[in-house]
């Protein structure tokens, strides 16, 4: 073919076309004429063909070299990231709380002990966020869950409750008579019972209640029932648990107290609002003197009113819309004499005429009470100046609160008005209730010395309610002894309420007081008070408190009833 066609005239593509190898070159001999031409092959190829054939394998090895290479680099990268990796999501977990999780790297380098800090590191961090919270969490004078433990676990039940329709009770629980373990007895006593009242709650609840210590003597329980019934039950065990006196030094004190009761969802749906209708409930209860409340609107209405007249309460006297009344107290012995109580009452503008037992037990706990007895002495003593002036020997007693006999101002006020209004302090008698006398006994008798001193007589008020021992009333220098109303109220149809009248006026007059009887109003009452001796009596039968100017009218109108109450027979000769 290369022949014919080089006969047929040299073109030198088709020649090209022709000699695929391309190592053969064709060189034209002249440009003219195509008939001569050289071919040349080049032969390098023969040479380099062991080259080439060797260059795959190097190419082979080269690839199989990066590859190595990156797989190394790779194997490499890895080792060392992962424990980074592993170190960054515990670093996460630490973010998010979660300390002393195990970590999985063994390595020895520097990573591993990087590691290894950041792992105990993380664990010292748990330990101490776990003392924080266990501290943050907790009563550290109990070791009972402190308020804001309470308030979670509170919360928590309110989102279960309304999740699954479950029901809780929150006990709001106060002691009574703390205040005065840690006044007289001192800290380290009061600490001893509130541990004491902490061991007694917590060893009757069952497991899932919770019972706290809010602060002071304040503690608080989460009863995981609505039913009413139970929730009484579980009350009144607690109320005969705190019932049992707490021995200190193998003496036993009474401490009581008062349960307010709310429960979820009837008394309030969140956590917050129950705790707050708990209070108020325990507040009830503690005013009630019941032993426990339930949460109802009429408590928290009282306690709202109680809360705003507290605030009126220092204006009303610069107001002058404080008012005094006189309930006479009638002699059993000396016949048609006649002394006074003065009771306190407030003429509010806008509520009327508000009777003490509405304002001034939340006075005493104020301290507002020094301002509302000092004008109380004031007024007082200024009216017996009057009377005396008008010849008019009436005796006056005045309600003295626990507060009054801690400061010095009282024996201060009432030496200024005594000299002031000319009375003889004999004319004054100043009522302190057995428990005011029991907050700061040292104190009150020192306080009661100095009235004494001065010649004014001292009564025992609301005698049988508190917790005095005769030991105790024995050593003060009292002149009466009060026998509250509650006793001569059930007195007709009570025989323990009728010996309790009866061996308080003997005890009295063993100890040489006399005996006054309050709240008579029949005259079966009257009659057994006049068998029994009583010196005094007082109450509705005879009348009720008095404005002054209609006290002096009552004593002329009834000149002949006063002449009437005399003994019975009988008591003259029990008494002689
Ligand atoms: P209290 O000292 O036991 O006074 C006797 C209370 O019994 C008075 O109530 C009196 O009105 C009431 N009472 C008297 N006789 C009868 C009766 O036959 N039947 C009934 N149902 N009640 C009778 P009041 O005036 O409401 O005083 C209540 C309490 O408020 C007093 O009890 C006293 O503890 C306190 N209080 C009154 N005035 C003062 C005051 O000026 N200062 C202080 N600190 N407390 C006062
Ligand atoms: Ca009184
Ligand atoms: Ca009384």
Redesign the pocket.
């Known amino acids: 073919q290369f022949i014919s066609n080089w006969r047929s005239g040299f073109d030198k593509t088709s020649v090209l076309g022709l000699l695929r190898d391309s190592s053969i070159v064709v060189l034209p001999l002249d440009s003219s004429d195509n008939r001569y031409a050289a071919l040349i092959r080049l032969q390098i190829y023969a040479g380099a063909g062991a080259f080439n054939s060797q260059i795959s394998t190097l190419l082979m090895l080269a690839a199989l070299g990066l590859l190595l290479s990156l797989l190394g680099g790779y194997a490499i990268a890895y080792e060392i990231t992962r424990p980074l990796k592993l170190l960054n999501i515990l670093a996460q977990k630490i973010q998010g709380g979660e300390y002393g999780q195990p970590i999985e790297i063994k390595q020895k380098d520097e990573v591993g002990q990087l590691a290894k800090s950041i792992h105990s590191m993380s664990q010292g961090v748990a330990a101490r966020e776990e003392k924080i919270l266990h501290m943050a969490y907790t009563d550290s004078l109990t070791k009972l869950p402190n308020r804001a433990m309470f308030y979670e676990r509170l919360s928590q039940a309110v989102k279960i409750g309304a999740r699954s329709d479950s029901e809780f009770t929150v006990l709001m629980i106060d002691l009574d008579r703390f205040k005065y373990v840690n006044d007289v007895l001192g800290h380290e006593s009061g600490d001893l019972v509130l541990q004491e009242v902490a061991a007694r709650l917590n060893g009757f609840l069952r497991e899932s209640d919770t019972v706290a210590r809010l602060g002071g003597d304040e503690f608080a329980i989460l009863l995981q029932t609505g039913n009413m019934d139970r929730v009484v039950t579980a009350v009144l065990k607690i109320l005969k648990v705190l019932d049992e006196p707490v021995v200190l030094n193998n003496q036993p004190i009474d401490i009581g107290c008062s349960i307010g009761i709310a429960s979820y969802p009837l008394h309030a749906e969140e956590a917050s609002l129950l705790m707050r209708r708990a209070d108020i409930a325990m507040y009830s209860a503690k005013r009630l003197n019941s032993g426990y409340a339930f949460y109802d609107l009429e408590c928290e209405e009282h306690q709202q009113e109680h809360l705003s007249l507290l605030g009126e309460i220092r204006q009303a006297i610069d107001k002058d819309e404080l008012q ?2 006189y ?1 006479p107290k009638m002699s059993l012995k000396n016949e048609g004499a006649v002394s006074v ?5 407030w003429q509010h503008p806008e509520r009327g005429l508000i ?3 509405d304002f ?1 037990p939340f006075a ?1 706990r104020t301290g507002v ?1 020094r301002l ?2 000092c004008w ?1 002495v004031k007024t007082a003593i200024a009216q017996s100046g009057v009377w005396l002036r008008e010849g008019r020997s009436i005796k006056m007693s ?4 626990a507060r ?1 006999l801690m400061g010095p101002s009282l024996v201060e006020e009432t030496v200024k008005a005594l000299a002031q209004h000319k009375v003889p302090p004999a004319m004054i008698c100043f ?1 302190i ?1 057995e428990s005011a006398l029991m907050e700061d006994p040292a104190k009150a008798h020192e306080t009661i010395s100095q009235l004494r001193g001065l010649g004014l007589e001292i009564s025992i ?2 005698y049988g309610t508190g917790y005095s021992s005769l030991a105790y009333v024995k050593k003060l220098p009292v002149s009466e002894l ?1 026998i ?2 509650e006793f001569v ?1 059930n007195m007709i149809s009570n025989k323990q309420d009728i010996a309790i009248v009866r061996s308080t006026i003997e005890l009295g007059h063993n100890l040489g007081l006399r005996v006054v009887a ?4 029949n005259a079966d009452e009257l009659e057994l008070l006049k068998k029994f001796g009583c010196d005094e009596v ?4 005879f009348s ?2 008095l404005p002054a100017s209609d006290l002096a009218f009552w004593i002329d109108e009834n000149q002949d009833v006063l002449m009437h109450i005399q003994p019975t027979v009988d008591a003259k000769a029990s008494n002689e």
């Open positions: 005094l009344f309930q109580e003065a009771l306190l009452r009777p003490p037992d001034i005493e009470i509302i007895t109380v005045v309600n003295i609160s009054d009522e209730t008020d609301d009060k509250d109303r109220k309050e709240g008579i109003e007082q109450g509705f039968l009720r408190a």
